[in-house]
T-cell receptor, first 114, second 113 residues
Framework: DAGVTQSPTHLIKTRGQQVTLRCSPI?????VSWYQQVLGQGPQFIFQ???????GRGNFPDRFSARQFPNYSSELNVNALLLGDSALYLC?????????????FGSGTRLTVV | QKEVEQNSGPLSVPEGAIASLNCTYS??????FFWYRQYSGKSPELIMS????GDKEDGRFTAQLNKASQYVSLLIRDSQPSDSATYLC?????????????FGTGTLLAVQP
């Protein structure tokens, strides 16, 4: 059974560019959340989606946006990249009846902005 | 602002000893608590969840919850060098329609062979 899959694994972008990160949740999980983890810190909540609707947004600027598709996969978009956007971006899927109760994270996308 | 606090460490223990990791949280209404292990350069891996006061054991791991004191801990018995990692405490927050995890900064555990 596949876990949470994220792509790409690593990405290098230039300041001002735009980036799209992708995530597929565990089969049967309808909720996907995005987190940003900068070095030395715990993950910070960016977005939660459930059944294709945004359920929550963390304290991030409007340059960050996301969406969820009918198959429950999700994309995170970041526009006008800043050096400070360099981080590990984590996608988590949540399931109550399948798998461990709680959030399961994907392997992440390491974004470097130069 | 909902907060989760952990000692950043490093916590150094000898192989075979018990490692004790602690976490406090500010939201009295929190109901779900999680411990994640994160190896350097990797993503967090869920190792324990706890929802009721008391202890919950899973193999060498024991999670302890005291809601009155707003305190969560993780004990690792017979620590192994492979347990060396950052341990993240996370608290589930429900607000309106939002369901999110709030993480501490993590405690770095170093198990010395």
């Amino acid at each position: 059974d596949a876990g949470v899959t994220q792509s790409p694994t690593h990405l290098i972008k230039t300041r001002g560019q735009q980036v799209t990160l992708r995530c597929s949740p565990i089969s049967g999980h309808k909720s996907v959340s995005w987190y940003q983890q900068v070095l030395g810190q715990g993950p910070q909540f960016i977005f939660q989606y459930y059944e294709k609707e945004e359920r929550g947004r963390g304290n991030f600027p409007d340059r960050f946006s996301a969406r969820q598709f009918p198959n429950y996969s999700s994309e995170l978009n970041v526009n006008a990249l800043l050096l400070g956007d360099s981080a590990l971006y984590l996608c988590a899927s949540f399931g109550e009846r399948q798998g461990p109760y709680g959030y399961t994270f994907g392997s992440g996308t390491r974004l470097t902005v130069v | 602002q909902k907060e989760v606090e952990q000692n950043s460490g490093p916590l150094s223990v000898p192989e075979g000893a018990i490692a004790s990791l602690n976490c406090t949280y500010s939201d009295r209404g929190s109901q779900s608590f999680f411990w994640y292990r994160q190896y350097s350069g990797k993503s967090p891996e869920l190792i324990m969840s706890i929802y009721s006061n008391g202890d919950k054991e899973d193999g060498r791991f024991t999670a302890q919850l005291n809601k009155a004191s707003q305190y969560v801990s993780l004990l690792i018995r017979d620590s192994q060098p492979s347990d060396s990692a950052t341990y993240l405490c996370a608290v589930n927050f429900y607000g309106g329609a939002t369901n999110k995890l709030i993480f501490g900064t993590g405690t770095l555990l170093a198990v010395q062979p």
